[in-house]
């Protein structure tokens, strides 16, 4: 974490190494301030602009429908990627918010994701939809676990993803 957040303070111009226009006050172009206060204190800012684990929930979410929508077209392939995706973003979550690992890597990221991505690879319609519903219920059981209950994951009533079908006749 120290690291990403290091890489993005220099990406920004606000390495504390730096001298001169872009120095460690921040200031950049038209000496405006884009971050402020001491090397800590902009890591205390971008690591809250990170988030914790509620923007990787928001980004599970959004692929988990997507997921939900590509199984429906049997969209292996876009399927696959939205698992793969799922995971990694559960394991950024980890990184900002350590206190979760060890519902996410036992109840989730440790069976769920990969007997997910093995299902898709057989691409057994009938298959594929029960391990999205054992993974639908890993979700809920990892929310449950982190005392999150009252967020209950099921899949979305209406399609509101532009990606469609590969198949014109689905």
Known sequence: MPALL??????AGCDATTTGEEGPTGE????SAWLSGTVDERFQDV???????SQTMLE?????????????????????YQVEKIGD???RGIVRRPGRAESAESLFL???VEQMLEALGDGRPEAVQDEFSEFTAACNNCHVREEMEFVWIGPPAERTTP???PDPNR
């Open 47 to 53: 690591g809250d602009q990170l988030g914790g684990f």
């Open 163 to 165: 990606v469609q079908s």
């Open 89 to 91: 973003a559960v394991a």
């Open 60 to 80: 599970v979410g959004h692929r988990y429908s997507e997921l939900h929508w590509a199984i429906e077209d049997e969209n292996w392939e876009y399927a696959s």
């Open 6 to 11: 290091a890489s993005l303070l220099v990406v």
């Open 28 to 31: 950049g172009e038209g000496g």
């Open 110 to 112: 440790n069976g769920p």
